[in-house]
């Protein structure tokens, strides 16, 4: 299993990049969102990537980011949605919008995507409201401030992984983020939103 790639970026398409990695090219399938984050050809990329089989055909999925895998993940296991559909709804939302669409049952939100229907929204709705919640709402439906910085995602994602749930643990890198600032790195972020989540 391919869980990450670093390479070079070789050449991209409407809906993929090749990555250059150690003479082997790969390529990857992505949203628009992710692809647009790659810079010129040549430069440093680095993807988290989902390998995806079936009878009759095998691809490499990348991801800007491990809280966009996450959603990824979270898509395709809902019936009816393949990882094109995925993609989409991936290309037209971030991850802590399509949270925050699912905590708040916004079915219009998530069928603004490219081949997703009213009833398919209101599928993804339904079966992903007791999975997802990064970003949705915490106690006496209180917000929890956006996450807005590069590693905000990677941070949360850290944190649940920890054990925390995803409401704690993105107040808890939320807080961080803010005393830090946006320049903070991955680690200092990760360090000061465990201290902030155990109190």
């Given at each position: 299993m391919i869980a990450k790639l670093t390479g070079t970026l070789d050449s991209m398409g409407h809906d993929h990049a090749v990555i250059d990695v150690g003479g082997v090219g790969y390529l990857v399938f992505a949203s628009s969102r992710t692809l647009s984050g790659l810079s010129g050809k040549g430069d440093r990329v680095v993807l988290h990537t989902e390998m995806q089989v079936s009878?009759?055909?095998?691809r490499l999925i990348g991801f800007a980011s491990a809280s966009e895998r996450d959603g990824f993940r979270l898509l395709t296991g809902v019936q009816g949605?393949?990882?094109?559909?995925?993609?989409?709804?991936l290309s037209a939302l971030t991850p802590e919008e399509l949270a925050r669409a699912v905590a708040q049952g916004d079915k219009a939100m998530i069928a603004r995507s490219q081949g997703v229907g009213p009833k398919l929204a209101l599928r993804i709705v339904n079966e992903l409201k007791d999975k997802m919640g990064a970003l949705s709402l915490g106690p006496a439906g209180i917000g929890i401030p956006a996450l807005v910085g590069n590693h905000a995602a990677d941070a949360v994602s850290a944190l649940q992984n920890l054990g925390f749930k995803p409401a704690d643990a993105a107040r808890a890198v939320a807080g961080a983020e803010e005393e830090l600032g946006d320049g903070a790195?991955?680690?200092?972020l990760v360090?000061?939103?465990?201290k902030k989540a155990a109190r």
């Open positions: 009878e009759t055909d095998m949605v393949g990882s094109k559909v995925a993609l989409a709804i790195s991955l680690d200092a360090r000061l939103a465990l």
